[in-house]
Antibody, heavy 121, light 106 residues
């Protein structure tokens, strides 16, 4: 059974950093494209970034480039999202997801339960 | 970026009704279109990808169609567990934009 478990969220002040983690199991992690998607309170879904199985390709939404970095450690079956210079508008539930096929291609078939990030002074 | 516009934004319906949600793309995206169902407080669930391919485990009352810029999600006979918010998502161009969502209410 595919399992994705996010961690690392919480309350953080504007301008600070946070690193989210996603522990994966039940599938061949190193072969899978993985994504981060976020959802602000009461709002819709926003695709954040994705990364190829070997980490050689990474794509981001333009608005977050330079502040957010996606990475992975295949030896630990873990996906990460480093978030720097956090802003109030980054407040959201962050989901990690396993993609079908290549980048995009066929959508995200498996999702974690989400981790809440609140940016506030 | 490709803009995805869903309609309606909300919809009231009854058990047994047939409902259709539409999703329009601001440019052609071939069939790189996915549909998700999200229930309150839960992660999204992939229902349909490639515009019309029903995912394993998704009920057959869900169907998708379309290509280019116009897509539809149809539920043939609403069941109580179908009341949720539905999102389309294009995966033709980065960033993989979602529609704003359609809230399906009783």
């Amino acid at each position: 059974e595919v399992q994705l478990v996010e961690s690392g969220g919480g309350l953080v002040q504007p301008g600070r950093s946070l690193r989210l983690s996603c522990a994966a199991s039940g599938f061949t992690f190193s072969s899978s494209w993985m994504s981060w998607v976020r959802q602000a309170p009461g709002k819709g879904l926003e695709w954040v970034a994705d990364i190829k199985g070997d980490g050689s390709e990474k794509y981001y939404v333009d608005s977050l480039k330079g502040r957010f970095t996606i990475s992975r450690d295949n030896a630990k079956n873990s996906l990460y999202l480093q978030m720097n210079s956090l802003r109030v508008e980054d407040t959201a539930v962050y989901y990690c997801a396993r993609d079908l096929g290549g980048s995009g291609d066929f959508g995200s078939a498996s999702w974690g339960q989400g981790v809440r990030v609140t940016v506030s002074s | 970026d490709v803009q995805m516009t869903q309609s309606p934004s909300s919809l009231s319906a009854s058990v047994g009704d047939r409902v259709t949600i539409t999703c329009r793309a601001s440019q052609s995206i071939s069939t790189y279109l996915n549909w998700y169902q999200q229930k309150a407080g839960k992660a999204p669930k992939l229902l349909i990808n490639a515009a019309s391919t029903l995912q394993s485990g998704a009920p057959s009352r869900f169907s998708g169609s379309g290509s280019g810029t116009y897509f539809t999600l149809t539920i043939s006979s609403l069941q109580p567990e179908d009341f949720a918010t539905y999102y389309c998502q294009e995966t033709y161009n980065i960033p993989y934009t979602f529609g704003q969502g359609t809230r399906l209410e009783i």
